[in-house]
């Protein structure tokens, strides 16, 4: 039993070294639909969800992020018209569709949308172009998918996608946990990520949350 494990564990980490790999196979989908200029959004990512990465709660979940720049417009809203109102909003979200499609490591891609949506509470989000020279991370490869016509088909597939969510996207932040929404209390995320996740060893960011709940 124990030699089983460590041979598991073993293989596991020459192939995800970074990630313990007693989670490798139990990771939870966590997605996060939002619009990159809502103050509620980007509060929601700075505040909250960058926490997933100073503790451990990353190596148990499998993060999606999800701009786009109609999020909370209803199927009523002409989406195009919408786009036209707000052209900084719209540019941003494909800029980080652009930035998750081409940079697949979620702490890169994070780092840079952290980066942006960081600068858009302050009202400084013109200068994001600022982020990839603090960051040291490569502009070309974005901007090239932003100049292109990927930008427009991955907005397109994000916007069918939050389209077709059922249960419907009711606001932004819109968290939704293996398929199930979080709604109201999404600023709490990670107990239910905790709760959700059915690996046998738990995670210290996970320990903290119900020895809060416990305590509280
Ligand atoms: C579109 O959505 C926005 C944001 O919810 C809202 O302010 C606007 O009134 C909507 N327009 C229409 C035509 O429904
Ligand atoms: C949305 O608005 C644009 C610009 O006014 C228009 O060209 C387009 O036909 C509209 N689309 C829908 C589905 O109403
Ligand atoms: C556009 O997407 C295709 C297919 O995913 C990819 O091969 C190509 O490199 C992308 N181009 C840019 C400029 O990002
Ligand atoms: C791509 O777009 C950005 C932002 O609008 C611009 O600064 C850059 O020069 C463009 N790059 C190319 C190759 O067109
Ligand atoms: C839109 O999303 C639905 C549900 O996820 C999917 O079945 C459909 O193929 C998508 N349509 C396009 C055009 O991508």
Redesign the pocket.
């Given at each position: 039993m124990a030699s089983a494990l460590f041979f598991t564990c073993l293989t596991c980490s020459m192939f995800l070294l970074t990630i313990p790999c007693y989670v490798a196979n139990q990771k939870v989908t966590l997605s996060l639909y939002y619009d990159s200029l809502s103050t509620s959004c980007a509060t929601f990512i700075v505040k909250n969800l960058a926490k997933i990465f100073d503790d451990d709660l990353i190596t148990i979940l499998n993060l999606r992020l999800v701009p786009w720049g109609d999020a909370?417009?209803?199927k009523?809203?002409n989406s195009t018209t919408?786009c036209q109102h707000r052209p900084d909003g719209c540019k941003l979200n494909s800029l980080e569709a652009c930035a998750i499609d081409v940079m697949h490591d979620v702490n890169k891609h994070f780092a840079l949308i952290y980066c942006i949506e960081f600068l858009a509470i302050e009202g400084r989000h013109k200068d994001w172009e600022t982020c990839f020279s603090s960051l040291g991370l490569p502009k070309k490869p974005t901007l090239d998918c932003y100049n292109s016509s990927n930008a427009t088909k991955l907005e397109k597939n994000y916007g069918n996608e939050t389209m077709h969510l059922n249960p419907p996207l009711k606001f932004v932040p819109w968290l939704v946990l293996n398929d199930q929404p979080i709604g109201n209390d999404y600023e709490n995320f990670a107990g239910y990520v905790c709760k959700a996740y059915k690996g046998n060893i738990v995670p210290m960011a996970c320990q903290s949350v119900h020895l809060k709940q416990k305590t509280e």
């Open positions: 909370y417009a209803n009523s809203n919408f």
